[in-house]
């Protein structure tokens, strides 16, 4: 049992020293710690008390790699990268990420009200908030293409 300790150790340290550990999800994270503390309560002789977390995890484990992808075990959801200038479009009218174009011209709508220059707001915020609109149903529209 010593040697399954040092062997899910190297692994902690080549997933750290990798960056492989950054992307792994915090329960798969969680699992292998409980893995290398039950391999050491074992090697260090409390082999009942020891195989208690081994075998949680390697139940989780199977379970993991038993999905139907078995690639995509350990792999966290795909994010795409959003640009800056949409992220800060995004903040400036104040919508979510999944928001529709409807509720982008709402925002739009709700903020130009209230800083157009006729009501005593700045051309300058003005446009940025025009800006930012466009901005925001341009990706809207590639995103659906």
Known sequence: ?????LVL?????????SGKLSRMTGKDGAMLGLAIVGAVMTAR??????AIPLGVAALYAL????AANPRKAFAPPPSVPEP????????LLGVEANATAEDI?????RLIAKIHPDAGGTEALAEKINEARSILLQH???KDV
């Open 1 to 5: 049992m010593g040697f399954l300790a």
């Open 9 to 17: 150790i190297g692994v902690a340290g080549w997933l750290i020293f």
């Open 45 to 50: 002789g409390s082999t009942i008390w020891g």
């Open 63 to 66: 379970r993991r790699w038993s």
């Open 84 to 91: 800056e200038a949409v992220r800060e479009a995004r903040a």
């Open 105 to 109: 011209r709402a925002a739009h709508r």
């Open 140 to 142: 809207l529209s590639a």
